[in-house]
Structure formats: C-alpha cells, structure tokens
C-alpha cells in the first residue's frame, strides 16, 4: 500500500510538471501567429491592426542574398518610446519570423540571421508608445533557404 | 545536453553590444531526408539578463538561420557587468550561458 501511494504521487507530480511547463510556454510564444501561413493574419493574432507606413525603421540586408539560408538582417527604429520590433517574411511558408522585445534602457536595435525561401520582401513592425509602424525592404534570393 | 552558446559583450562608451552564437540546428518541419521529413526541432523564447535584470526578450520561428546569431545593445552598462541569456525550443530543451562585459577601446 505504502509503495503504492508512493508511486502514484510521483506519477502526480510528473504529470504535473508536465502539465505545467508547455502552458507556460504557450502563454509567451504566440502559436497562431507564428502557425498563420500569411503575414495579414499573422499580424491580426498578434493585434497589430494596420500599422501605418514609416520612414524612421532602418533595415540593413543585402539587395542579393547569394545563400537564402542564411541572410544577415539589422533593424534599427527611430521612433520614440519603441518597446518591440517584429520581423515578417512576407513570401516563407510561415511568415512571422519573431519578436524582440526592449525594456528601457535597451537600444531598438537588433541584429539577426533568418532564412528565406524566395525573393521576398522583408516586413518590421515596430511598437511604440501602443501604436504600430511599419516598412519593408525586398530581398532577392538567387539560392532558397528553405530546402535544406 | 546542447553545446554551450559563445557570447560577447563588449562596451562602447556606456553601451554593452552583447553578440550570441547558438549551437541549433533550427529545423524547419519542411525539409526531407532520404524521403522523410525531419522534424520541426528550433529555439522558441530567448532572454537576457544583465545583471540580473531583463533586457532583452525573443519570440522566434523557425525561420532564424541554424545556429543562431543575435546582436543588441543595453545603455548603462559598465565593465564586469554580468550577461546570462537562455534559450528555450519547442522540445523542452534548453540552455543558460554567461559572460562578463569586458570593457572596450
């Protein structure tokens, strides 16, 4: 009996863990938008609406990427009060790439290196002060990233 | 265990530009082998702390390149400041490396 109560509170508190552990990470990493297979509805899960157009987003990539698997992008916002920038690729199969999130004190700057299936444009929404802004910049691709 | 992260920050004036290489093969979930298709295995959430205190986050897909390469900058700085960045992917695995600001020219 003893060996018995034993086992099925270890089974318990497994399951519990279990439990526990992808709930926490679905509640941060936002699985509709990054499962949408078009950058509009990526961009409704995440509740940008239509951010409007503007000219103080900074992308740095090259016009030509030789190797679509790995092509180095660098964002940089100018907007006052930026708290997030996030990357779309408008033509992969999924399109959201991700999120970078600036607590103060941290510049509205990143650098990343993403895969590009196609010549596509590259699409940043910046977050600032609760309002969306938004630019792009086409990426040609003589190699797609995508097939491994 | 996944291979350690190398990670650099070094410091320009007052601001520490924090660079990190990740050993993930990032896979996609599209791509096929000898006519199977290999799982989706990439990082999902990053996050660095310096300090202490969080000063950058990330939600990624699995569209970030293999082995992961990441630059930001934190103002207020100062040499010996402590760096700790996790990551985190969609298999439960993860991995926590830290470094030292070290002071630059």
Redesign the interface.
């Given at each position: 009996m003893q060996m018995n109560r034993r086992t099925l509170l270890q089974a318990g508190a497994a399951l519990g863990a279990a439990l526990l552990?992808?709930m926490r990470?679905l509640a941060?990493?936002?699985k509709a938008a990054?499962e949408a297979k078009s950058e509009a509805d990526a961009m409704r899960a995440l509740g940008m609406g239509s951010p409007a157009e503007s000219k103080d987003i900074e992308i740095r990539a090259p016009e030509i990427a030789e190797n679509g698997?790995?092509?180095p992008i660098e964002i940089t916002s100018n907007i006052p009060g930026t708290t997030s920038i996030s990357v779309f690729?408008e033509k992969?199969?999924?399109p959201?790439?991700?999120?970078?999130?600036?607590?103060s004190?941290?510049?509205p700057?990143?650098?990343?290196?993403?895969?590009l299936g196609e010549t596509t444009p590259v699409r940043v929404v910046v977050a600032a002060s609760g309002k969306f802004y938004t630019t792009a910049k086409e990426v040609k691709v003589t190699i797609g990233?995508?097939?491994? | 265990m996944p291979d350690p992260m190398k990670i650099r920050a070094t410091l320009q004036g007052d601001?520490a530009d924090i660079?990190v290489l990740m050993a993930h093969p990032?896979e996609?979930g599209?791509?096929?082998?000898g006519g199977k298709v290999?799982p989706a295995h990439y990082i999902?959430?990053i996050t660095a702390q310096l300090n202490g205190?969080?000063?950058?986050?990330?939600?990624?897909?699995?569209?970030?390149?293999?082995n992961?390469?990441?630059?930001?900058?934190?103002?207020?700085a100062k040499a010996g400041d402590k760096v700790v960045i996790t990551w985190?992917d969609n298999e439960?695995q993860s991995r926590t490396d830290e470094t030292t600001v070290q002071g630059g020219s």
């Open positions: 552990v992808p990470a941060a990493w936002n990054f698997a790995v092509v690729i992969n199969p999924f959201y790439t991700g999120t970078f999130e600036f607590p004190g941290t510049m700057y990143v650098h990343l290196r993403a895969k990233g995508c097939g491994g | 601001v660079r990032m996609t599209l791509r096929k082998q290999v999902q959430t205190r969080t000063v950058f986050s990330a939600d990624i897909s699995q569209a970030i390149s293999r992961p390469v990441f630059a930001f900058k934190v103002k207020g985190k439960g």
